[in-house]
């Protein structure tokens, strides 16, 4: 974010008051907000603060709770492989092969599209860590609580 930030201003800098403007700056920074973009949905998910709707989840409680929350997390982990981590993978790939390189960093363009397959692997671990979590409280907090195992 930091360097966003001074990507930014130096555009700012050497556009106005150096009258010189910066070719590079504002590439990077279109690069660095989609990784930032990117990286924060995968943490969004991790914080459970993702765009959701819970109205059902809200209301269920015990056992169909806890399945609801395990087929969510599954349906999650299935589009991150299929989406995000294959097919960002297969655009990396292909990026790459195809030497596409960006016009004012002369990077190779398989690194800022990088972020795609991260991202899903983040979010692939994220779901696994979530359903971990909701195991415990069901299974292992229900048997301790004295109610039983549901």
Not at 22 to 42: M, Q
Not at 70 to 80: D, Y
Request: aromatic fraction near 10%; proline fraction near 3%.
């Amino acid at each position: 974010m930091a360097l966003l930030v001074v990507s930014v201003t130096w555009q700012i800098l050497s556009r106005y008051l150096l009258a010189v403007p910066s070719s590079w700056t504002e590439e990077l920074a279109r690069f660095l907000l989609v990784w930032i973009g990117i990286l924060g949905a995968a943490y969004a998910y991790k914080v459970k603060m993702h765009l959701g709707i819970d109205l059902l989840a809200q209301s269920l409680r015990g056992r169909k709770a806890f399945l609801l929350e395990l087929l969510v997390n599954s349906v999650v982990v299935v589009f991150a492989v299929a989406v995000m981590v294959v097919g960002g993978s297969k655009l990396v790939a292909m990026t790459w092969e195809l030497n596409q390189i960006s016009p004012a960093l002369g990077i190779p363009m398989a690194f800022v599209y990088t972020v795609v397959p991260l991202s899903g692997a983040l979010v692939c671990l994220y779901a696994a860590e979530h359903s971990v979590q909701a195991w415990r409280e069901h299974c292992v907090g229900a048997g301790s609580s004295g109610t039983g195992r549901a």
